[in-house]
């Protein structure tokens, strides 16, 4: 193998049987190869979804589903992932193609790939309950302090937009660049009565928060 994974297993108190699978897991499509962790990511996800939606519906058994849903959203958006991702470490051993040498903090879309990659090589070498307990020991601090519920802009606008004129805001891509591996999207928002704002950010959903954002800070909810 050409990375140190046993030294990335001790850092991260594990160890897996099948080192073919934290390999795997730690191998971004940029290789250009068909063995990478696009399908581990997919399995992650899941795994790391029904995880925290279970502690969340324990934790929290009072609250209905739109606050669960908030705070669900929170734990499981691609600023959560990345910082637990480069918590660990995991950006010293992920395995790239020539065209990139250095992952850094900005790479979100890689570090959030692998850390759920990583959770899917986890479940599949050691089953679910080793898994849970695995996520849950890296999301520590993030539940704990999703006791307190902060509605994020997006949101903020659409309540804003429907109370005071019953329309939705509407967005608009207006610009993509950058390699599918880590695009940087452009996004305008408006609602009736304000011109056009933008924002930017590596999804879609993230520059629309960006630019709802913006918005929000023009007319003072913010």
């Known amino acids: 193998m050409s990375k140190d994974y046993l030294k990335f297993e001790k850092k991260i108190k594990i160890k897996i049987k099948n080192k073919s699978l934290i390999e795997k897991a730690l191998t971004h499509k940029s290789t ?13 996800d899941r ?28 734990l499981v958006n691609r600023k959560t992932c990345c910082s637990i991702a480069w918590e660990m470490g995991i950006q010293n051993y992920i395995r790239l193609g020539d065209s990139k040498k250095k992952i850094t903090k900005s ?3 890689i570090l959030c790939d692998a850390c759920e990659s990583l959770i899917g090589a986890v ?12 996520i849950l020991n890296l999301w520590h601090d993030f539940i704990m302090k999703s006791n307190i ?3 994020d802009s997006k949101t903020k606008l659409q309540e804003y937009s429907l109370k005071k004129y019953k329309k939705l805001p509407i967005y608009a891509v207006v ?21 056009k704002f933008f924002g930017t950010g590596g999804s879609k959903q993230e520059a629309q928060q960006a630019c709802a954002k913006n918005l929000l800070k023009k007319i003072n909810i913010i």
């Open 32 to 44: 250009g190869s068909s063995y990478n962790n696009e399908k581990l990511e997919f399995l992650g």
């Open 47 to 74: 795994v790391l979804g029904l995880v925290l939606s279970e502690k969340l519906y324990k934790l929290y058994p009072n609250e209905n589903e739109g606050v669960l849903d908030k705070r669900f959203s929170k």
């Open 107 to 109: 790479d979100e879309k």
């Open 123 to 134: 479940y599949l070498d050691q089953g679910y309950e080793f898994a849970k307990s695995f």
């Open 149 to 151: 519920t902060i509605l």
């Open 175 to 195: 610009d993509l660049k950058g390699p599918k591996h880590n695009p940087t999207f452009k996004v305008s928002v408006t609602i009736q009565e304000t011109k």
